[in-house]
């Protein structure tokens, strides 16, 4: 390994989470090729690459995607922004905590699908449903990571800041935001999931365009290989949007000397 150059020793790195989908992919293709599934059930995915370039040679497959990220980024926003401020105020006074939180811990314990009827019957079937139902999914996760974060915040800091003459706003970016940076990364990272979720949650519903109506549109065919697509593309867009919130995190706090697995691998490489 140490002939391999710097560059190429990451791609190995990184390409090692391809290995058990091709995997998967393999034995996926023998099993419904052997017959032990039928087909019109789990199309193999030689099968699914034709419907794929189906979807592409039309068109339809943009649209759908455009349609359905541009939901999840407005949704997401709007409850992440609500999360920060209102996980902000929670978290630095009591007394909010007292007034608020207990509130919003009953309502995180509805389920996504029992908004569904009551946002139809105020806002219609437009978009605004369905942005309010993408925001409430992200704003949860946000709001309860941020709170955590800020709970955890080293005492002997915060004494050390106001030591040196940190008050209020000033301590709150110098010493609470930093060290609760951690815990709202990780709260992002899994709003932007949800926000994936309660997206097909609201197109299941009420949307004439999407990944959710085409989940709907496969359903209503019998094409098993349009709803497996479907979900094959939430996947990815999934995990190019965590990505890209992973690499913001990286980037943010850089700064961390938190221990790491390569660190122990690379002790070992250097024994």
Partial sequence: MRLIRPGWGFLISRGQGLILPLLLLIIWEAVVRADMIAPNLLPPPTSLVSTLK?????????????????????????????????GSVVGLSSRAERL???????????????????????FGIDEVPKIILIAIGAFFPV?????????????????????????DSRLVLRIFLPAALPSLFVGLRSGLSLAWMFLVAAELIAATQGLGYLLTDGRETGRADLVIVAIIVLALLGKLSDGLLSWLEHYFLVWRDVYKTSDAETGKQSR
């Fill in 54 to 86: 189906e979807l592409v040679s039309d068109g339809a497959i943009y649209a759908h995607v455009a349609v359905s990220s541009i939901r999840v980024v407005v949704g997401f926003l709007i409850g992440a922004g609500l999360a920060v401020v209102v």
């Fill in 100 to 122: 608020i939180d207990p509130t919003f811990q009953a309502i995180r314990a509805i389920p996504s699908l029992a908004w569904v009827p009551l946002l139809l019957l105020w």
């Fill in 143 to 167: 709001y309860l990571n941020l709170v955590s974060g800020i709970y955890n915040v080293d005492r002997k800091l915060v004494e050390l800041g106001r030591i040196y003459g940190l008050q």
